[in-house]
């Protein structure tokens, strides 16, 4: 296959989003055109020669917006324009110069071995000439992708990308600048979509490279949308995903695969089983889906098992933990017990617990810390016996 050829495979185009860039602009253009004709420029309100640059190519897309709104729009535009003409990936390259075009078939290989995927150019930060600045903010970022996505990366900064267009169609995306690049990885692996590294090389040159990251407002801005997907991933991704697999599986293939044939070691199983108990039955009603996996991210237990246990407290018991955390909290207090809760009184929950909140308090403290501390201690017990029977390798 020859190089002119390599896009074609995968009937791939190439975007180069580019603002005030004319000093490398050229060199990338060569490149990118060693590769494929099938190339798109987005001219971000450039006001150097970029114009004129563009100007001296012939078959090119060149799209001219009349001023600057930032490399999301850019990009979201380069998009629109490869999907109408019929693109199904797009190669996205920074003018800069800091990419090497002939790394290209890199991602080409990447999707013909393994299938359709968003493949970040991995730039290996950690090297040598790297700018500190931009290796921890690579490094901030990888964190927070893998909060949000449970995706462990090496790189999630770098623009050299190649993005499957049909399977991005559909989504809703609302940033507009640098922050996107974040944005559309976050909601594409939400979406299902592979996100993967490949390796890439990279050339910083301060002679050369221009960047318009201005490290105050963009890193705000990333911040904020980063604030945002954590919310989300904690109120609705996660708990979807885990409700979906957990419905999937059904109890006994849950408890045979996931409780039992993990790969943890039964204390963090136990431990991951008592969490979710004792959060399952605290006094958080709307929040222990969030609380419990949040604790089992930061105490790094198993998220599926503490999230299946929070769900003790599910609504035909709700009736019984709220009556039994009332009797324990009123025998602790010296008071006598509560007569005075009706089964059948649905409605008259709130207020009773209103009524009685001290008792109530207490009660499900005590109820939710010995019951986590016996299904956890039985747990252990069942695991560990369970461990040692599996044959020896």
């Known amino acids: 296959m020859t190089d002119n050829e390599v896009l074609a495979s995968i009937n791939a185009c190439v975007i180069i989003p580019t603002y005030n ?15 494929t004709a099938r190339t798109i420029v987005v001219n971000d309100g450039s006001t150097d020669a970029t114009s004129e ?6 078959g090119v897309t060149v799209i001219h917006l009349p001023r600057n ?7 979201r535009t380069g998009f629109r324009e490869a999907t109408a003409r019929g693109f199904d990936y797009a190669v996205t390259i920074d003018s800069d110069g800091q990419h090497f075009p002939n790394d290209i078939p890199v991602f ?19 090297r040598e000439g790297i700018p500190g600045k931009s290796s921890f903010g690579n490094r901030f970022s990888n964190f927070w992708f893998r909060f949000e996505t449970g995706i462990n990366l090496s790189d999630t900064q770098s623009g050299f990308r190649l993005y499957p267009l049909k399977a991005l169609q559909g989504i809703r995306f609302y940033t507009t600048k640098f922050e996107f690049e974040v944005e559309v990885i976050v909601k594409a692996a939400w979406r299902g979509i592979p996100v993967r590294n490949v390796p890439v090389k990279v050339l910083y040159d301060p002679t050369e490279r221009v960047s318009h990251f201005r490290p105050f ?3 705000t801005r990333i911040s904020i949308l980063n604030t945002w997907l954590v919310l989300v991933t904690l109120f609705y991704i996660r708990p979807r995903d885990y409700f979906r697999t957990f419905r999937k599986k059904g109890f006994r293939r849950f408890f045979l695969e996931d409780l039992l044939h993990s790969d943890d070691p039964p204390w963090k199983k136990a431990s991951s089983v008592a969490l979710g108990v004792l959060i399952g039955l605290s006094p958080f009603w709307g929040f222990q889906t969030v609380i419990v996996l949040f604790l089992a991210v930061v105490l790094r237990l198993n998220k599926l098992i503490a999230f299946a246990f929070s769900n003790v407290s599910i609504p035909p018991l709700i009736p019984f933990i709220i009556y039994a955390c009332i009797q324990i909290g009123s025998f602790l207090v010296g008071l006598p017990a509560k007569t005075a809760f009706k089964w059948q009184e649905i409605d ?3 207020p009773f617990i209103r009524q009685h ?3 109530y308090l207490l009660g499900s403290v005590v109820l939710a810390t010995v019951s986590a501390s016996v299904f956890g201690l039985a747990s252990y017990f069942l695991l560990t016996r369970q461990h040692h029977r599996k044959p020896r390798a």
């Open 21 to 35: 860039n004319a000093k490398t602009l050229p060199r990338v253009l060569e490149g990118v055109f060693r590769y």
């Open 53 to 58: 640059i563009l100007a001296g190519y012939t």
């Open 69 to 75: 709104k930032g490399k999301g729009n850019a990009l």
């Open 108 to 126: 080409v290989r990447a999707i013909e071995a393994e299938g359709m995927a968003l493949l970040i150019g991995d730039r290996n930060m950690e």
């Open 217 to 219: 407002r963009d890193f």
């Open 348 to 350: 008259t929950y709130e």
């Open 357 to 359: 909140l001290t008792e």
